[in-house]
């Protein structure tokens, strides 16, 4: 039994990796600019191109086909090129058997550069197109158009040292900017790395280390062998975690899947039931357990001694500390699977260093084991406080449905509701008034274990008046936005402000019509605003006011936590309020719109039949962005007046975004 339900969570972990990936979008662009002086720069193009895809040189005989990458620029009078693009990587000639010709071909990365001569003092911005195809060795995608834009002040450019000066935002599979990407990553690391910690501290790894030492210390009269066979030990211990992220990380990518993964009920439903498993094992319903023959096997190969013994000692070391590492490992795929396609293979790096950490040093220096606490009942309450968070982080996936399929169940006080009472019982449990199976008698409670009782019961006092409408700011991310509050004590349109949003006069706030879809599509804060881009823009001719796109998602983390902790900002409420149309565009919501309401996308030629589908077409056809939130300032004809913001909790610098933007479009308009 316990075989079967290892193999059947193992099962949808690959098949939730592998599925709801159809869009192709094999080759991903960045662009940037390079400084040379003289008032020249370099633009400069890079292609990511996906395994066994490759991309066509520029230079292609009588013009193809296949057609050549190409660089097409709009015409200006305030530059001039330089030359002609040139490839900067060197490319293969093969013969290819799609076109029957030799053919100059690029794989993994293509690089070219076009020099430019700047022709003014003035900023401006340089904007076109490449338009390229891609072939693997069955199949060739139609000629495609990548959009690029590089803006031009040559007052910051000048206060760059050296090339790189200024980078455009980065259009790879995620959409996020390169800082973004960065601190994205960074955050989930270290995430990862405490996940390695908190596996160690659990009942079937811990005591594991003092076998591990004793292992180590078996015929160690030469203290280096006995040291480079530590360091073999936990290398061999990332090896295999990491190696885990990489399977992942290679079955995951693919353009949409992590939009499809983070919305499709499907996926979210597996999810959930996949970390309802794993917290019924940390609460001690059932132990993951693998096939003791594999265990076995790789037992006896550590028996044998030597370096490769080291290394077969950390891989029965991974699989013997499944039963309690597994639901964590799964939690942070599953966490990992609906981002950059990088991600889980950082997280896996991140888990396998911390948790191989421990075992390593004690290993290497083995006088340090005396200073180990005993083991005992604290493990598995360890294991136990993990399953609670885990249950309670699960409850997003349901939360996801909901919110993406408009069904209405998980309002946000009912969220809350169970959130307070899973950690309510936590709190019990740490204080020794719930035991579970593996749990040993709690004689006394102990002063850490007391204050940690009091940070979980302080959470628990601080969660009781979000029933009740207050906004939770701390946690605004992670839980229903106001909006999906069917009780509130607060009047919704000043909830997370003062009287001030009071003042404002209701003919400065008046639409100039229903909204369509506002029957289930919602504004924080009791904000006025559409959910149809063309609706909107026709407002803002009316009423001859600078609109503010709102690019958002259901199940967009970010998108709430700026909403609890910008947005509410009275300063930003009156701003929005007063001087912007607001059109909110869901980029992941399903509903279905009419016939006669389809699009059909001018980025990759196929229809969009659904409210998400139709407005992530426009974030991209528009913006060349498909992140969220992303928020864009523009005139009544569509067009950017300030460079456009993602997620960034700095209220001042959001204020002075708008700021901007009010001031553009009153200079666009005198």
């Given at each position: 039994m316990r075989r079967k339900v290892f193999l059947l969570i193992t099962a949808i972990i690959l098949f939730s990796g592998i599925s709801f990936s159809q869009v192709l979008d094999p080759v991903k662009w960045d662009f940037k600019i390079?400084?040379?002086?003289?008032?020249?720069?370099?633009?400069?193009?890079?292609?990511?191109?996906?395994?066994?895809?490759?991309?066509?040189?520029?230079?292609?005989?009588?013009?193809?086909?296949?057609i050549p990458t190409s660089f097409n620029f709009e015409e200006s009078d305030k530059f001039e090129l330089v030359g002609k693009?040139?490839?900067?990587?060197?490319?293969?000639?093969?013969?290819?058997?799609?076109?029957?010709?030799?053919?100059?071909?690029?794989?993994?990365?293509?690089?070219?550069?076009?020099?430019?001569k700047v022709l003014t003092q003035e900023a401006?911005?340089?904007?076109?197109?490449?338009?390229?195809?891609?072939?693997?060795?069955?199949?060739?995608?139609?000629?495609?158009?990548?959009?690029?834009?590089?803006?031009?002040?040559?007052?910051?450019?000048?206060?760059?040292?050296?090339?790189?000066?200024?980078?455009?935002?980065?259009?790879?599979?995620?959409?996020?900017?390169?800082?973004?990407?960065?601190?994205?990553?960074?955050?989930?690391?270290?995430?990862?790395?405490?996940?390695?910690?908190?596996?160690?501290?659990?009942?079937?790894?811990?005591?594991?280390?003092?076998?591990?030492?004793?292992?180590?210390?078996?015929?160690?009269?030469?203290?280096?062998?006995?040291?480079l066979k530590g360091l073999i030990f936990g290398f061999s211990i990332i090896l295999i975690y990491?190696?885990?992220?990489?399977?992942?990380?290679?079955?995951?990518?693919?353009?949409?899947?992590?939009?499809?993964?983070?919305t499709h009920w499907i996926p979210n439903l597996i999810f959930f039931i996949l970390f309802m498993v794993f917290a019924a094992s940390f609460l001690g319903l059932f132990d993951f357990v693998l096939p003791s023959n594999l265990v076995n096997k790789a037992d006896k190969q550590a028996d044998k001694g030597g370096y490769v013994a080291a290394f077969f000692m950390g891989l029965t070391t991974v699989l013997v500390s499944f039963s309690c590492t597994g639901p964590i490992v799964?939690?942070?795929?599953?966490?990992?699977?609906?981002?950059?396609?990088?991600?889980?293979?950082?997280?896996?790096?991140?888990?396998g260093l911390a948790f191989a950490l421990p075992f390593t040093l004690f290993a290497i220096f083995p006088s340090w084991m005396s200073k180990l606490p005993k083991s005992g009942g604290w493990l598995n309450a360890v294991k136990v406080v993990l399953g609670f968070i885990v249950l309670a982080f699960g409850m997003k996936f349901l939360l996801t449905i909901d919110l993406s399929y408009h069904i209405g169940i998980f309002t946000r006080d009912v969220y809350l509701a169970i959130w307070i009472v899973i950690f309510t019982l936590m709190g019990f449990y740490l204080l020794g008034k719930i035991k579970f199976s593996h749990d040993s008698d709690l004689p006394y409670v102990s002063f850490w274990r007391l204050m940690l009782v009091i940070v979980v019961f302080t959470f628990v006092v601080y969660l009781i008046p979000g029933m009740f409408g207050a906004p939770l700011k701390a946690i605004s991310g992670l839980i229903p936005p106001m909006d999906k509050q069917s009780f509130n004590l607060e009047q919704p349109a000043s909830t997370n402000s003062n009287m001030l949003i009071s003042e404002i006069s209701d003919d400065k706030a008046e639409l100039?019509?229903?909204?369509?879809?506002?029957?289930?599509?919602?504004?924080?804060?009791?904000?006025?605003?559409?959910?149809?881009?063309?609706?909107?823009?026709?407002?803002?001719?009316?009423?001859?006011?600078?609109?503010?796109?709102?690019?958002?998602?259901?199940?967009?983390?970010?998108?709430?936590?700026?909403?609890?902790?910008?947005?509410?900002?009275?300063?930003?409420?009156?701003?929005?309020?007063?001087?912007?149309?607001i059109i909110g565009l869901y980029v992941d919501d399903r509903t279905k719109l009419?016939?006669?309401?389809?699009?059909?996308?001018?980025?990759?030629?196929?229809?969009?039949?659904?409210?998400?589908?139709?407005?992530?077409?426009?974030?991209?056809?528009?913006?060349?962005?498909?992140?969220?939130?992303?928020?864009?300032?523009?005139?009544?004809d569509g067009n950017s007046l300030v460079e456009p913001m993602g997620h960034n909790l700095d209220i001042e610098a959001f204020l002075s975004f708008l700021d901007d933007g009010i001031e553009a479009y009153k200079k666009e308009n005198k």
């Open positions: 390079e400084t040379l002086g003289d008032d020249e720069y370099e633009l400069v193009f890079v292609a990511s191109i996906d395994e066994t895809w490759h991309l066509y040189s520029v230079d292609i005989e009588d013009g193809g086909p296949p693009v040139i490839e900067l990587t060197e490319g293969e000639v093969v013969h290819d058997v799609s076109f029957d010709k030799d053919l100059k071909l690029f794989s993994e990365k293509a690089i070219f550069k076009q020099k430019i401006f911005d340089i904007k076109g197109y490449v338009e390229f195809m891609c072939c693997d060795d069955e199949r060739c995608l139609p000629p495609t158009e990548a959009d690029f834009s590089f803006s031009i002040n040559k007052e910051n450019l000048s206060k760059e040292s050296g090339n790189d000066a200024l980078s455009n935002t980065d259009t790879s599979d995620t959409g996020k900017s390169k800082k973004e990407s960065g601190t994205s990553m960074l955050g989930f690391f270290l995430l990862a790395m405490l996940s390695g910690f908190a596996g160690i501290l659990t009942p079937c790894v811990f005591p594991m280390i003092p076998m591990t030492v004793a292992f180590f210390s078996q015929g160690s009269e030469n203290r280096g062998k006995a040291i990491t190696s885990i992220g990489i399977i992942v990380s290679l079955t995951s990518a693919g353009a949409g899947f992590a939009n499809n993964l983070s799964g939690a942070l795929l599953v966490e990992a699977a609906s981002g950059e396609v990088i991600k889980p293979t950082i997280g896996m790096f991140g888990f100039c019509g229903e909204p369509k879809y506002a029957d289930f599509l919602h504004l924080p804060h009791g904000l006025k605003g559409y959910f149809d881009y063309q609706q909107g823009m026709d407002c803002a001719k009316k009423q001859n006011k600078p609109v503010f796109l709102d690019f958002k998602g259901h199940a967009c983390s970010n998108c709430k936590e700026m909403e609890g902790k910008v947005w509410s900002d009275p300063r930003v409420l009156l701003k929005l309020r007063e001087e912007f149309i009419p016939e006669n309401e389809w699009v059909t996308s001018g980025v990759d030629g196929k229809v969009k039949k659904t409210i998400g589908k139709v407005n992530a077409d426009i974030q991209v056809s528009m913006f060349q962005m498909n992140s969220q939130p992303y928020y864009v300032i523009v005139d009544k």
